[in-house]
């Protein structure tokens, strides 16, 4: 697994929502959004995740749209990590923190970076069920989810 | 001459074992498509949607292959 974290935006240890704001005495808007593994999917009661990630790839392409981010919007701070390996209900898949002077490029940036996150990112979740089964997400079908 | 494979999550279902496979001089994504469809007719409707990517940057059908391109298929992403 030490492999994987020189990998900035993909991790295999969980993730946690910081207390400590970014040292940018400039930023006066921080949004900060978190993918929680839920324990219901579609009518089924889920017991646990696994993400598979194509990590390198997934990496680079986190750190476009990021880049991309910072294009649209004046930001004095953007970041997103997303988590791969066993996950259980409740823990954090995704974060996205966004940072600027005043709350709607910090809102606006956050939305669209973990949208294309979800949609283009090669990252890939499977559910596994209290029944014993398990199945691989179909993908973004659900725009708004 | 060979290609290497990159199969993920539902599609890697469909080719546990599959590591590299021979392709002609010429041939696109395209072409691969219909020989991986050709080797497991149950994988045409993930390949369908599924994206491939050469050498980590994504690609479409008329992109053609080269001796040791690294070939990842990629379903639908379900990050997040």
């Not at chain 2, 290609?3 to 002609?24: C, G, N, R, T, Y």
Request: hydrophobic share 40%; with cysteine; charged share 20%.
């Amino acid at each position: 697994m030490s492999v994987l974290e020189t990998y900035s935006h993909i991790s295999s240890s969980p993730i946690f929502v910081s207390s400590q704001m970014p040292d940018i005495p400039e930023i006066g808007g921080f949004v900060v959004f978190s993918g929680i593994v839920r324990n219901l999917n579609e009518g089924k009661k889920v017991t646990h995740l696994e993400y598979e990630a194509y990590a390198p790839m997934a990496n680079e392409m986190i750190s476009s749209i990021l880049a991309d981010a910072r294009k649209k919007w004046d930001l004095l701070h953007a970041n997103c990590i997303h988590r791969i390996g066993k996950l259980e209900i409740s823990e954090i898949a995704v974060i996205v923190e966004t940072g600027s002077m005043h709350r709607a490029e910090a809102y606006e940036s956050n939305r669209y970076i973990i949208d294309r996150v979800k949609h283009e990112v090669p990252i890939w979740k499977k559910e596994f069920y209290s029944d014993g089964s398990s199945q691989w997400s179909k993908g973004c079908v659900h725009e708004s989810h | 001459m060979d290609i290497q494979l990159l199969f993920f999550a539902a599609v890697k279902d469909h080719f546990p074992d599959l590591k590299k496979i021979e392709v002609s001089e010429g041939d696109s994504i395209l072409h691969l498509r219909n020989i991986l469809t050709h080797t497991n007719p149950g994988s045409e409707s993930i390949l369908k949607v599924s994206r491939f990517a050469v050498n980590q940057t994504i690609v479409g059908d008329n992109f053609v292959l080269r001796e040791g391109s690294v070939v990842a298929v990629l379903p639908p992403s379900s990050g997040g």
